[in-house]
Structures are given as structure tokens and as C-alpha cells.
């Protein structure tokens, strides 16, 4: 049987990699971020809306597929406090967070692209943390096709830090020109209520149950920028977030475990300032947005000297 093929590339002036599965699936992650720029369960088959040129990579426009660490969501006011030291955030990255600035470089690349970058301190972020990102593709016995991300903050300084994770992937079913006439179903018990600048409100008022699962039949004119937690695993240990096209019945999948990745962000992309609603992201994270200001997150974001922070996510296509 033939295996894994992964070879070396380049894209949009930084080196790239290209990863070819034994069914022919392919993906393509630029040593920029770590950034994934391209997912083809089959030849010409594209289902990631990634960036299109240099300046969107180099910029993170719209966090397209981007790798949030070390810290996910954007923080009110480009300011936190940690073990009682006040920090200001740079206006370039309070946003999006650090590690799609840096260049990684390949640690292992045999049925698995592995990838890692040092951070640096900064005033931003006054430790040093390791950011390893790990892609690999896969397909299931009914010929569905398998993107697993895992994505690892690893604590190098000698106190403890702030750290939370998460990945930003837009994703489109083949053939649709919009997300109108998408289907969405997330296994979740909590929708997370944010101000317009998308920070979550103070304490439990940022916290409203909704039915479960919560589902869409047909998005229709829904404009969609939510943060769901009190997600529900199913049989096999997993929350699955699924969209499904109409009327094709194609679907993309997203699975993550809560324990790692308490909270998934779906959003239509209304405000991407290149071609809006023609994707959807479905962005697991391990806390949710501005968790390094809030009281009820303490617990959450915490990581202790020389230890790590960890996430799994698989994007499933079944057509």
C-alpha cells in the first residue's frame, strides 16, 4: 500500500509543505504560522478558504485557518494581569495572538508534518513558550477523509504562565457559493454572550443555555459569530460541530475532545473583508475569548513552568 508522501515547497515567498495521502487527499501548511493554506480530499476538490496571496499570510487576514497561541480570542483592551503583573498587549497582535508571526520549522515529516517555533518574551507575552503543531491526513472505511491538527504551547519559562490554544479554519462545501444554504448542528449546552467587539461580558452573564444540540436547518440570511461551551460528547468521546450542505447532503465535520477543547467558535464570515459568507469557520479553542482577564478562567489558563498546554481537532469530509 502506498504511504504518506510529504514534500517541500513554496508559496507565497515562504517554504511550504505539501502533504499527499495514499488516496490522493492533500493538504498544504506554509512554514509561515503553521498556517494551513490548502485541504483537497481529492484532486481539485478544495475545502479551505485560506489565503489567497503573501500579504493576506504575512498579515493573518481574517485568522484564515490560523494557530492561536499563546492565547485564543482577542483581549479587551490590549491589557491583562497575571500573578500581579499588569501587561499591555501590542496593537498588532491583541487580536489574533502571536504565533502566526513566526516562521516554524519542520521537525519531523514522515506520515506526520510536525512543526514547532520558539516564542520569545516580549511585552505582549513576558515568557517563553514552544508552539509545536503536528498535521496529518487520513481516510475512514466508508472513504471519508480526515485533517487532524494537534497543536501543543509548551511552558519554557521557570514560572508559571498564561496559555490557551486553538486553530481557525474556514471551511466551504464543494459547489456552494455561499454558506446560506448551509445546515449547522453544535453539540452544546451554552452559548457564551459577547459585547460587539467580540469579548465575552463579565462573569456569568456571558453564559445562556440553549437547547441541545443547538441547530440550523438552513442558515438562510443568519449571520453567525458565536462561541459555544458545555459541549457534549458523543459515544465515541468527541463533540462533533457539522455542517451539512443543501442540497447535496455533502458535510464537513469537526470533532474535538472537551477536556482539551472546551469551547468551538462557528462564524459565517460576514465581516471578512475578502469574499464574505463563502465560508464558515469552525474554530475549536481551549478557553474562551479574553479568558486571561476573566476571574472564572483562572483555573483554565494556568500553566505551570515546563509544562504544556495540548489540543486535537479532526475536520472530517463526507460527500
Known amino acids: 500500500m502506498a504511504s504518506t ?76 494581569t497575571f500573578d500581579g503583573q499588569d501587561i499591555t498587549v501590542d496593537e498588532a497582535v491583541r487580536a489574533y495572538s502571536l504565533a502566526y508571526r513566526q516562521d516554524f520549522r519542520v521537525t519531523s515529516a514522515g506520515t506526520t508534518l510536525s512543526m514547532a517555533t520558539l516564542i520569545e518574551p516580549s511585552e505582549s507575552y513576558p515568557w517563553k513558550c514552544e508552539v509545536a503543531v503536528h498535521y496529518s491526513l487520513d481516510s475512514g472505511a466508508d472513504r ?36 446560506s444554504h448551509l445546515s449547522i448542528s453544535v453539540p452544546a449546552r451554552t452559548k457564551i454572550l459577547c ?22 436547518e438552513y442558515l438562510g440570511s443568519t449571520s453567525m459569530n458565536d462561541y459555544y461551551r458545555g459541549l457534549v460528547p458523543d459515544n465515541y468521546g468527541v463533540v462533533a460541530t457539522r455542517v451539512v450542505g443543501q442540497p447535496s447532503n455533502a458535510s464537513i465535520e469537526l470533532t474535538q475532545e472537551p477536556g482539551e477543547a472546551a469551547v468551538v467558535h462557528v462564524d459565517t464570515g460576514d ?16 478557553a474562551v475569548p479574553d479568558s486571561f482577564n476573566r476571574p472564572d478562567a483562572v483555573g483554565s489558563v494556568r500553566v505551570e513552568a515546563g509544562q504544556s498546554r495540548q489540543m ?8
Open 5 to 80: 508522501d510529504i514534500s517541500k515547497v513554496e508559496k507565497f515567498g515562504h517554504a511550504a509543505w505539501e502533504i499527499v495521502s495514499p488516496t490522493g487527499a492533500r493538504a498544504l501548511v506554509s512554514e509561515r504560522g503553521a498556517t494551513l493554506l490548502s485541504w483537497q480530499p481529492e484532486p481539485g476538490v478544495e475545502l479551505l478558504a485560506a489565503h489567497e496571496s503573501r500579504e493576506e499570510l504575512e498579515s493573518g487576514a481574517g485568522a484564515r485557518s490560523m494557530i492561536l497561541a499563546p492565547w485564543a480570542g482577542p483581549i479587551a483592551d490590549g491589557t491583562y
Open 144 to 179: 471519508e477523509e480526515h485533517l487532524s491538527i494537534t497543536l501543543e504551547a509548551k511552558n519554557l519559562s521557570d514560572t508559571a504562565a498564561p496559555m490557551t490554544v486553538g486553530w481557525h479554519p474556514y471551511v466551504k462545501i464543494p459547489g456552494m457559493s455561499t454558506v
Open 195 to 216: 459585547d460587539r467587539r467580540g469579548i465575552p461580558l463579565p462573569g456569568e452573564s456571558a453564559y445562556a443555555g440553549v437547547n441541545m444540540p443547538m441547530e440550523i
Open 271 to 286: 465581516k471578512l473583508e475578502r469574499d464574505p459568507r463563502k465560508a464558515i469557520a469552525l474554530a475549536p479553542m481551549s
Open 312 to 319: 486535537t481537532a479532526t475536520l472530517t469530509y463526507v460527500k
